[in-house]
Every structure is written in C-alpha cells, then in structure tokens.
C-alpha cells in the first residue's frame, strides 16, 4: 500500500458526459500527478501540483483539468468524453518536485461506453 | 524533447534465466527511478539511482546508472513468475521539474 488513494476503483460512462476522479496523496506529501495509461500503453503524464498550483503539464487536453485544493488531494475533471478517452489514470505523490520518488495509487480505470 | 527509449519491448523466459533491460536516452538525468508494475495496478517504485557509474542491488535486481547519466540498466539474476510485470524507468530531468517515463518492457517468466 502506497499510501496514496483513489476514487473511484472503477467508472463507466457514456460519451459526451463529464467525470471527476479523485486522489489523496501520500501524509506529508506536497506534490500530486496525474496519468493517463491506455490498454498496453506506458504512461502518458498529464500534470502535476505543487502545495496548490499547477508546476507542470504534459499532454493533457483542453477537456480535461485539475486542481489541487488546501488539503492537498486533487482532483482531475474529464469532459465531453469520447471513447479514445477510456483508460487508466493514475495518481501519484511526491514529498517536493520531481526529483523526488513518486509514489502511485492504485487507479482509476474509467471506461467510456 | 527528452525521451527514454527502453528493450526490449517485450520478454518470455523461463524461470532461472538471467536478463537485462535497458533504458537509454541521449539526454542527461539529475536521477533515474525503476518501477514495476503489475496489471491493473500502480506501479510500484523499486530504486532510484543518483550518481553516474552508481550500482544499486535488490536482492536478485541489480541496477546500474551510466557513467553519463544518461542510461541505465536493470538485470535480473534467476527470474522467477514473481518477477513478471511491466518494468518502467523514469528519468528526472536536470532542472528537477519533470519526470519522463519510458514505454516500459513487459516481462514474463514461466514457470
């Protein structure tokens, strides 16, 4: 267990709707990421926080954002879904930026239907 | 743009044999992370390297970051089914600010 958690487990929806995944990070942690990994793909980083704002962004869409609020978990909002858009995502924490260790959650498989 | 090629791609052995997967890149990393992961799982960190030339061990994983810091390597002494899994590494750019994972070698051993 790494400490880090995710909800929820599993979701299905149906094309053009929205959803919002949810993570906690690992206690102490100021960092959260977050990433997208379809079927026998490596994982593609979206963003990452920092103690609040936003350090840095991969390929994420404009469908999708994040916040992460005062209590430090995180929150990655998906819109008008599409089916390429099922995956895993995963969130992961940090104690400061990126050079330390992530440590990931255990994922969110959403599928779209 | 940084990237971390890693090989193979994909690996069936059998239990007992040795391996190593490799991961390269032509950019330098101020640090180098293993992960493993299993299937519908997180992954899972094994090691972080920091020094270029550095040789960590983990019981029967022995990873070894290149002199430059631009490479590194995983070997695996007398695999066995526990060992299977996607392995991934990812590199810590030199600013600090960004990790880059590889595509990952999906390992498996047979029994």
Excluded: M
Excluded at chain 1, 45 to 60: D, P, S, T, V
């Amino acid at each position: 267990d790494s400490g880090v958690t995710q909800t929820p487990k599993h979701l299905i929806t149906a094309t053009g709707q929205r959803v919002t995944l949810r993570c906690s990070p690992r206690s102490g942690d100021l960092s959260v990421y977050w990433y997208q990994q379809s079927l026998d793909q490596g994982l593609q980083f979206l963003i990452q926080y920092y103690n609040g704002e936003e350090r840095a962004k991969g390929n994420i869409l404009e469908r999708f954002s994040a916040q992460q609020f005062p209590d430090l978990h995180s929150e990655l909002n998906l819109s008008s879904l599409e089916l390429g858009d099922s995956a895993l995502y995963f969130c992961a924490s940090s104690v400061g930026q990126a050079r330390y260790e992530q440590y990931f959650g255990p994922g969110t498989r959403l599928t779209v239907t | 743009t940084q990237l971390l090629e890693q090989s193979p791609q994909f690996l069936s052995i059998q239990e007992g044999e040795n391996l190593t997967v490799y991961c390269n890149s032509s950019s330098v990393f101020s640090s180098l992370q293993w992960y493993r992961q299993e299937p519908g799982e997180g992954p899972v960190l094994l090691v972080t390297v920091v020094t270029g030339g550095e040789v960590k061990k983990l019981k029967r994983l022995t990873f070894q970051f290149g002199d430059a810091r631009k490479d590194s390597s995983l070997h695996i002494t007398a695999a066995q089914p526990g060992d299977t899994g996607l392995y991934l590494c990812a590199g810590v750019n030199t600013g600090g600010f960004k990790t880059i994972f590889g595509a990952g070698t999906r390992l498996f051993v047979k029994a």
